[in-house]
């Protein structure tokens, strides 16, 4: 959907909204702050949530953001992706199946579309006669970053 101009604070508030109501929940104050969190906040986790949440809106409680995150992962808002080792961590991308390459050295998280471009994406080499529907795959590695930082420059001009 385009749009010729950026929205207004307000058109948010109603997107925010609109998507809560969409997904059968009650819209209040608290949903709609982390729905807003989560679609600048990609891969967050509650923490984050709620340090995002409580600079704008002092008052807001941990729980009532954790509370809310669960309600949107039961109510299908929410994608909730646990790398071994980090905080669950939620995003708003929840309509295909897309896989996360994960940074071991800074904990940077990336989207990568699906590999085959449909669930589960990955056959196992044995099914033992399971019906699959996902395969959810963390590829583990260093970012481009880290790994300019750990590599010492290349020194020029010399032979
Ligand atoms: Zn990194
Ligand atoms: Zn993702």
């Given at each position: 959907m385009a749009s010729l101009a950026t929205p207004a604070h307000g058109a948010d508030a109603a997107d925010a909204a609109a998507a809560l109501r969409a997904a059968g929940l009650k819209v209040t104050d608290s949903r709609a702050a982390v729905y807003d969190t989560l679609r600048t906040h990609a891969h967050a986790s509650a923490e984050d949530v709620y340090l995002a949440i409580v600079e704008r809106m002092?008052?807001?409680s941990r729980q009532s953001v954790y509370n809310a995150l669960g309600d949107f992962a039961d109510a299908g808002l929410v994608r909730r992706i646990e790398p071994a080792g980090r905080p669950m961590l939620f995003e708003l991308r929840v309509s295909d199946n897309h896989h996360h390459l994960v940074c071991t050295s800074c904990g940077a998280v990336v989207d990568v579309d699906c590999a085959i471009g449909a669930a589960p994406c990955l056959e196992p080499?044995?099914?033992?006669?399971f019906i699959l529907t996902t395969a959810e795959v963390t590829y583990w590695g260093v970012c481009p970053a880290c790994a300019r930082a750990a590599t010492p420059p290349l020194t020029e001009g010399t032979s």
């Open positions: 002092p008052r807001a080499s044995d099914s033992h006669g």
